[in-house]
């Protein structure tokens, strides 16, 4: 399976579509959580991501967060298909992008509290308390490139 990385103005109509539709589907519908998806964010994101026969199976955008930092953000990261290292794979493959087509030394997230493990993994770590977003738990966490 083939990492795709578009910009906004790269992407397909159909590929933004299933962009769309998973991200509703995964963070309005499975995690009952109404919130304004459509942040403006999109069109200034990197689009990183994986389609399965036709069907988008994971996704995560990244965009640059503080330029004079050189600090990027992640975020949307979701899997269609759970339990099979896609969103592990798909989270080194941004890492890899944040620091190759942005340029980025350091990366930031906002993690749901139950996801920190799997962050971890990829070699983040926690720099704030609990906080809620869309009243659901979470905590920055940042990763050094360089």
């Given at each position: 399976?083939?990492?795709?990385?578009?910009?906004?103005?790269e992407?397909?109509?159909?590929?933004?579509?299933?962009?769309?539709?998973?991200?509703?589907?995964?963070?309005?519908?499975e995690?009952?959580?109404?919130y304004?998806?459509?942040?403006?964010?999109?069109?200034?994101?990197?689009?990183?991501?994986?389609?399965?026969?036709?069907?988008?199976?994971?996704?995560?955008?990244?965009?640059?967060?503080d330029?004079?930092?050189?600090?990027?953000?992640?975020?949307?990261?979701?899997?269609?298909?759970?339990?099979?290292?896609?969103?592990?794979?798909?989270?080194?493959?941004?890492i890899?992008?944040?620091?190759?087509?942005?340029?980025?030394?350091?990366?930031?997230?906002?993690?749901?509290?139950?996801?920190?493990?799997?962050?971890?993994?990829?070699?983040?770590?926690?720099?704030?308390?609990e906080?809620?977003?869309?009243?659901?738990?979470?905590?920055k966490?940042?990763?050094?490139?360089?």
């Open positions: 399976m083939n990492t795709i990385i578009k910009t906004f103005d992407l397909t109509t159909a590929e933004l579509y299933m962009i769309l539709r998973a991200r509703a589907e995964v963070f309005v519908v995690q009952e959580c109404v304004q998806d459509l942040d403006g964010i999109d069109t200034d994101a990197l689009h990183v991501f994986t389609v399965e026969n036709g069907e988008l199976s994971s996704y995560l955008r990244i965009f640059m967060k330029r004079m930092s050189k600090t990027a953000q992640i975020g949307r990261v979701l899997t269609v298909k759970r339990g099979m290292g896609l969103g592990l794979s798909l989270l080194f493959e941004g890899k992008a944040a620091h190759d087509r942005l340029c980025a030394e350091e990366i930031y997230i906002e993690a749901q509290v139950y996801a920190i493990g799997f962050y971890e993994k990829a070699g983040f770590y926690v720099t704030s308390d906080f809620l977003e869309d009243g659901i738990p979470h905590v966490m940042a990763l050094k490139l360089r």
